[in-house]
């Protein structure tokens, strides 16, 4: 593993919809699908930092894996080295991101 940090693209990929659980357990006028960003938004997280206006939420989720594509890790079963896929862990409406080493 390569100790140089370097900054991580964070790229949203998908939005999921738990659309069974969010009518059984949402309240009413809930949204379904993540409200925060849409799909090909990307962000850059510089020395293992929350990007600028990144949710926070979901930061919690992948700040992990952003240290390891940044610290030189790679992902075995990944076809592409220093890409991960990762998400955001929202019950209800997840949303997932690609991450890039850059």
Request: aromatic share 8%; net charge positive; proline share 4%.
């Amino acid at each position: 593993m390569n100790l140089a940090m370097r900054d991580v693209k964070i790229t949203v990929i998908e939005k999921l919809s738990n659309g069974n659980s969010a009518k059984r357990y949402a309240v009413r006028g809930y949204s379904a699908i993540c409200d925060s960003v849409e799909v090909g938004m990307e962000f850059i997280s510089k020395g293992m930092a929350m990007p600028p206006n990144f949710c926070s939420w979901a930061w919690a989720d992948i700040q992990r894996d952003v240290a390891n594509i940044a610290m030189g890790g790679n992902i075995p079963w990944m076809k592409e080295k220093g890409t991960m896929i990762t998400c955001c862990t929202d019950g209800l409406r997840p949303v997932v991101f690609k991450l890039e080493r850059v």
